[in-house]
Nanobody
Framework: VQLVESGGGLVQSGGSLRLSCAAS????????MYWVRQAPGKGLEWVSA????????YYGDAAKGRFTISNDNAKNTVYLQMNSLEPEDTAVYYC???????????????WGQGTQVTVSS
């Protein structure tokens, strides 16, 4: 099983980034996909989720109105488009897959290695 994130980097405040997460080794269509982040010195923060069965999407408070999660089942890939980035968005962003719908990241089955997003002021 592999989840490989990409697309992180350094961006100025107000800028945009699109993160990608390529999945392999499991039945992608059967799993909810999540984005979770960890800022320096802080715990994990749930960012977004997508139910690929019906396309429904969910966002944490920090992501609402600025971030968009989407997926491409043909490519087994999930994306996180991040707009209007702020220094507070600086974190390592992780992609995760879970068989159940939950905000509790300890129940996620598979995790990527993370990609660093740094937003300068």
């Amino acid at each position: 099983v592999q989840l490989v994130e990409s697309g992180g980097g350094l961006v100025q405040s107000g800028g945009s980034l699109r993160l990608s997460c390529a999945a392999s080794g499991f039945t992608f269509s059967s799993y909810w996909m999540y984005w979770v982040r960890q800022a320096p010195g802080k715990g994990l923060e749930w960012v977004s989720a997508i139910n690929k069965d019906d396309g429904s999407t969910y966002y944490g408070d920090a992501a609402k109105g600025r971030f968009t999660i989407s997926n491409d089942n043909a490519k087994n890939t999930v994306y996180l488009q991040m707009n209007s980035l702020e220094p507070e968005d600086t974190a390592v962003y992780y992609c995760a897959a879970g068989a159940r719908a939950t905000l509790m990241s300890q129940w996620y089955d598979y995790w990527g290695q993370g990609t660093q997003v740094t937003v300068s002021s």
